[in-house]
């Protein structure tokens, strides 16, 4: 009974967390002025003042890539745009402008087979964000009980089996968009990928500056984070390659 309770009050904080009632629009509407009037640099640090208030917003994000896009500076606009899907991973907007910046990016990277499953996987997930699945759940959970009513409280046979089978898979439909919400929710608050920012850079094999080289990575590629030493980052492409790079030389989505 107890993990139910705490299973509720995840799913309804998840619900709620997204309100918009206290947040000041004036950082953000003031960026979109800027925008219009082609003040690229003004829009987006309008946009940083809006988010550093506070305020995770997927349009503040994407209208940032925006900017930077129009700048050519397509690292910038692929970490925004990025950073716009993990809020909002369902807009076609951000994906379509996600792709085309990632068409003007250097590097190619083809992902290997278990990483194809894995985006595959990704991608029916992020149908919905942690909020539309824990709306999902409750939705689920809620019709459950009420076949699960029907069962005990019907006197036709039919009436009872329809209803204790319906309340079962309903059930089981419950834990699993609640499974996906909690996926979601760990993508929005994790920080294990990142963006490269420097035009060039060299993987190494080791943390040091004398390492062996192992590979070249572009700006605006999108790497994993395995783990950090020192001013290190150990990365991981989608090819599965692996190397170390400056920390200063990516920067987390």
């Not at 692929?78 to 068409?103: H, R, T, V, W």
């Amino acid at each position: 009974m107890r993990s139910v309770f705490k299973i509720s009050l995840f799913l309804f904080g998840v619900v709620l967390c997204n309100n918009t009632w206290a947040i000041n629009y004036t950082q953000l509407d003031s960026g979109n002025v800027y925008y219009t009037k082609s003040l690229y640099d003004k829009a987006i640090a309008s946009y940083k003042k809006f988010i550093a208030e506070g305020n995770e917003s997927a349009q503040a994000y994407f209208n940032m890539g925006n900017c930077y896009f129009r700048e050519n500076d397509f690292a910038h606009a692929i970490l925004n745009y990025e950073k716009a899907k993990k809020l909002s991973p369902a807009d076609a907007d951000i994906q379509f402008n996600l792709q085309i910046a990632n068409l003007k990016t250097t590097d190619k990277i083809s992902p290997d087979a278990s990483s194809s499953i894995t985006n595959w996987w990704r991608n029916f997930v992020d149908t919905y964000s942690e909020k539309g699945w824990a709306i999902i759940c409750i939705v689920c959970f809620c019709i459950s009980l009420l076949l699960l009513a029907t069962y005990f409280m019907s006197r036709s046979l039919l009436l009872k089996q329809l209803g204790f089978w319906g309340a079962v898979v309903m059930f089981v439909a419950s834990i699993m968009t609640f499974s996906f919400s909690y996926e979601q929710y760990s993508v929005l608050t994790s920080h294990d990928t990142a963006i490269v920012i420097s035009s060039s850079v060299t993987a190494t094999g080791a943390p040091t500056d004398n390492a062996t080289k192992l590979f070249v990575v572009h700006e605006g590629a999108k790497v994993w984070i395995v783990k950090t030493e020192g001013n290190y980052t150990e990365i991981k492409l989608a090819n599965g390659n692996q190397g170390w790079l400056l920390t200063s030389d990516i920067e987390e989505i």
